[in-house]
């Protein structure tokens, strides 16, 4: 699709702040280069179901006047309004990582069924049905890292490696030789199974996550230590260990870490189960991929670790095998979706489990407030699980070291190497004491000009 360019004289350069701004999920902002429109990211917004009501109204925007969308990783926050875009309107070219686009299409497959789920319950249309997904990824185009793309004379783009997610990428784009950053999520690297955060050394611009803008992680040697004890504690007092994990990463994280003290000989005879039909796929897709796993891992690979796989291991793609978890005799680890416990399998697990002291739920990365994640982490005595009262006397423990996310100070790292060459950085994606918080560092440690958006704000670029 061609940009419309007799727009160009009216249509001043800017980033709008439709998503993203204020919150943590809902990624959506508006580009606007030389007369060309381009989304970075189309989010649903996320708290206690699925899909919260807002992702129901009509885009504050003409749909069929963007021009592309990059989408930065394949995480719902990011890329689960797509399939709306394109049934509102969209016509233009998507575009990401080969990965990116793979576990998209994945992630759109299982969205549909819950989205049509909700719908029944809430006698409305789905957000998005089977024939948007088939144009959606009909329009997809896919880009390798480092891979200059024109998309006029005045604008190109670059993918970096982000270090988030398989397949994630930081969007540089460059116009009239300014180059304007949209981050995306930032890795917390090093991690256990990808590449570092590339370096952004030349950024006029950026727009940045802020997820932990506000406080730092555990050092990775610790976090490995934490999940060890939470599985020889739960071995001990043979209980059931509840991990609720995000399909993409954490998942495949847990997977490895757990794969290693087994070869170890610290986990021995303690049943595994990966009780998520996606995550089962997404982990499928990571074996496709395993070039862009970190040197480390790779090694291993080659040398015949089949690194998603050890002994006691099960996945159950049926429901079936699900409900018979709950037969086998404890000690047992249970790995289930959706990582807030907004949704998924993980939620007959709690409701069954949560109960009892002996058990545990162990929390590995962040928890929206309005989630039912973030409801037991904040201490609640008694939730509602599908319309049941459960009360919580399992032992709740977090380790926020298993973050995806860079913490404050690796935020501040990673926009300080462009401290010669930036203008004003947006802070983003992100709770708005987090948010802030980040950009009072940014001020103070850097001098930079830093700056936290509302939704709907329209900010100029001086390039």
Same mark, same amino acid.
Request: glycine share 8%.
């Given at each position: 699709?061609?940009?419309?360019?007799?727009?160009?004289?009216?249509?001043?350069?800017?980033?709008?702040?439709?998503?993203?701004?204020?919150?943590?999920?809902?990624?959506?902002?508006?580009?606007?280069?030389?007369?060309?429109?381009?989304?970075?990211?189309?989010?649903?917004?996320?708290?206690?179901?699925?899909?919260?009501?807002?992702?129901?109204?009509?885009?504050?925007?003409?749909?069929?006047?963007?021009?592309?969308?990059?989408?930065?990783?394949?995480?719902?926050?990011?890329?689960?309004?797509?399939?709306?875009?394109?049934?509102?309107?969209?016509?233009?070219?998507?575009?990401?990582?080969?990965?990116?686009?793979?576990?998209?299409?994945?992630?759109?497959?299982?969205?549909?069924?819950?989205?049509?789920?909700?719908?029944?319950?809430?006698?409305?249309?789905?957000?998005?049905?089977?024939?948007?997904?088939?144009?959606?990824?009909?329009?997809?185009?896919?880009?390798?890292?480092?891979?200059?793309?024109?998309?006029?004379?005045?604008?190109?783009?670059?993918?970096?490696?982000?270090?988030?997610?398989?397949?994630?990428?930081?969007?540089?784009?460059?116009?009239?030789?300014?180059?304007?950053?949209?981050?995306?999520?930032?890795?917390?690297?090093?991690?256990?199974?990808?590449?570092?955060?590339?370096?952004?050394?030349?950024?006029?611009?950026?727009?940045?996550?802020?997820?932990?803008?506000?406080?730092?992680?555990?050092?990775?040697?610790?976090?490995?230590?934490?999940?060890?004890?939470?599985?020889?504690?739960?071995?001990?007092?043979?209980?059931?260990?509840?991990?609720?994990?995000?399909?993409?990463?954490?998942?495949?994280?847990?997977?490895?870490?757990? @794969?290693?003290?087994?070869?170890?000989?610290?986990?021995?005879?303690?049943?595994?189960?990966?009780?998520?039909?996606?995550?089962?796929?997404?982990?499928?897709?990571?074996?496709?991929?395993?070039?862009?796993? @970190?040197?480390?891992?790779?090694?291993?690979?080659?040398?015949?670790?089949?690194?998603?796989?050890?002994?006691?291991?099960?996945?159950?793609?049926?429901?079936?095998?699900?409900?018979?978890?709950?037969?086998?005799?404890?000690?047992?680890?249970?790995?289930?979706?959706?990582?807030?416990?907004?949704?998924?399998?993980?939620?007959?697990?709690?409701?069954? @489990?949560?109960?009892?002291?002996?058990?545990?739920?162990?929390?590995?990365?962040?928890?929206?407030?309005?989630?039912?994640?973030?409801?037991?982490?904040?201490?609640?005595?008694?939730?509602?699980? @599908?319309?049941?009262?459960?009360?919580?006397?399992?032992?709740?423990?977090?380790?926020?070291?298993?973050?995806?996310?860079?913490?404050?100070?690796?935020?501040?790292?990673?926009?300080?190497?462009?401290?010669?060459?930036?203008?004003?950085?947006?802070?983003?994606?992100?709770?708005?004491?987090?948010?802030?918080?980040?950009?009072?560092?940014?001020?103070?440690?850097?001098?930079?000009?830093?700056?936290?958006?509302?939704?709907?704000?329209?900010?100029?670029?001086?390039?």
């Amino acid at each position: 699709m061609k940009p419309n360019t007799e727009q160009k004289k009216v249509l001043k350069n800017s980033i709008t702040f439709f998503g993203g701004a204020g919150t943590v999920t809902g990624a959506n902002f508006l580009l606007t280069l030389g007369g060309v429109r381009i989304l970075v990211d189309c989010g649903l917004t996320q708290g206690e179901k699925y899909c919260d009501r807002c992702n129901y109204e009509p885009f504050p925007y003409d749909a069929s006047q963007v021009d592309y969308l990059f989408a930065t990783h394949a995480h719902a926050d990011h890329i689960g309004l797509i399939p709306k875009l394109v049934r509102e309107g969209f016509r233009g070219t998507i575009i990401s990582t080969p990965a990116t686009r793979d576990l998209s299409g994945t992630m759109f497959s299982d969205a549909i069924r819950i989205l049509a789920r909700e719908a029944q319950y809430s006698g409305e249309d789905p957000l998005y049905e089977s024939e948007d997904v088939r144009k959606t990824l009909s329009l997809w185009k896919e880009v390798e890292y480092h891979t200059a793309l024109e998309l006029t004379p005045d604008i190109s783009i670059r993918l970096k490696d982000a270090g988030h997610i398989l397949g994630s990428a930081m969007i540089e784009f460059t116009y009239n030789r300014k180059k304007i950053v949209f981050t995306g999520d930032l890795g917390n690297s090093p991690s256990p199974l990808l590449r570092d955060t590339e370096d952004i050394t030349d950024a006029e611009y950026m727009v940045i996550e802020s997820v932990y803008g506000d406080r730092n992680h555990e050092g990775r040697e610790q976090r490995i230590e934490m999940l060890q004890r939470a599985i020889t504690d739960i071995s001990a007092r043979r209980g059931t260990l509840m991990i609720p994990s995000f399909s993409i990463q954490r998942t495949q994280v847990l997977l490895y870490l757990i @794969n290693n003290f087994v070869e170890d000989g610290v986990l021995q005879k303690i049943p595994v189960f990966l009780d998520s039909p996606l995550a089962i796929k997404v982990t499928d897709i990571f074996k496709r991929y395993t070039h862009l796993l @970190n040197k480390e891992v790779q090694d291993e690979i080659k040398g015949g670790d089949d690194i998603f796989d050890f002994p006691q291991f099960k996945d159950t793609k049926k429901v079936s095998e699900s409900k018979a978890i709950l037969k086998v005799p404890s000690p047992k680890i249970i790995i289930a979706g959706s990582g807030m416990s907004s949704g998924g399998r993980i939620l007959h697990h709690e409701k069954q @489990n949560l109960s009892d002291p002996k058990n545990m739920l162990l929390l590995v990365g962040y928890q929206a407030v309005g989630t039912l994640g973030r409801l037991i982490q904040d201490g609640a005595k008694e939730v509602t699980i @599908n319309g049941e009262s459960v009360r919580v006397k399992a032992e709740i423990r977090t380790i926020n070291g298993f973050s995806a996310h860079k913490d404050s100070d690796h935020l501040i790292e990673f926009v300080e190497k462009s401290h010669m060459s930036i203008k004003k950085v947006f802070v983003a994606m992100g709770e708005p004491k987090s948010s802030l918080f980040l950009v009072q560092r940014l001020r103070d440690y850097l001098g930079v000009n830093a700056v936290s958006p509302e939704k709907g704000e329209v900010i100029e670029l001086d390039i």
